[in-house]
């Protein structure tokens, strides 16, 4: 296990795989699995940036790249493959499927769930609760190879409790209310809210 100049600190209880790369001045807390291998792959290196900390429980499997300044909170759960960017904080008890991009600077809140194929563009930030999904038909036979992650576009904002179905796509600086259920396309620089939400005003600057 490669470790930055920096001697990173890693709890005695925490468990890191082989192919597991941190970066200086990393903080792995008591009870945290990293680079845990998944579906038989087993050779799948695991990056994760300098002063990075990832708080107790959390879960990090193989595949994932992960940029500096990264934050976990307890028990969040971080399936594989994955391209994290810098600045990135992920809430406790917050689950991210795999093969889902999140770039720089994106906050996610506590018990989010985010399925495979969603994409997080820079600055955006996901409330505690909220559930982006990717199966239109969750029970279809080709389900999985349909799914159709939501984009959620630089700098927009989704409120607390807050529902995103499939493929939909959150416009730049759009805002989301708080327990909304969002069923089409959000443009930029938009309010919305309500189930299904609806459009409430343009933001002016």
Request: aromatic share 6%; net charge neutral; proline share 4%.
């Amino acid at each position: 296990m490669p470790l930055g100049e920096k001697m990173s600190q890693v709890a005695e209880t925490a468990k890191l795989f082989p192919h597991v790369t941190l970066g200086k001045n990393v903080t792995i807390e008591d009870f945290c699995i990293i680079g845990a291998p998944f579906r038989g792959q087993t050779d799948e290196e695991t990056i994760i940036g300098d002063n990075a900390i990832i708080r107790t429980h959390t879960v990090i499997y193989a595949g994932n790249r992960i940029g500096d300044n990264f934050q976990t909170g307890n028990k969040a759960n971080i399936r594989e493959l994955n391209r994290i960017g810098n600045n990135v904080s992920i809430g406790a008890l917050s689950v991210l499927e795999h093969t889902i991009i999140v770039e720089d600077n994106v906050r996610i809140h506590s018990q989010a769930f985010i399925p495979e194929y969603s994409v997080l563009k820079k600055n955006c930030w996901i409330g505690p609760n909220v559930v982006l999904t990717n199966a239109k038909y969750p029970r279809s036979p080709k389900v999985k190879e349909t799914l159709k992650g939501a984009i959620i576009e630089e700098s927009a904002k989704i409120g607390a409790n807050s529902t995103i179905l499939p493929g939909v796509t959150i416009g730049k600086n759009s805002l989301v209310g708080a327990g909304s259920v969002v069923t089409d396309n959000v443009q930029e620089n938009h309010i919305v809210a309500g189930n299904p939400a609806v459009f409430i005003r343009k933001i002016d600057y």
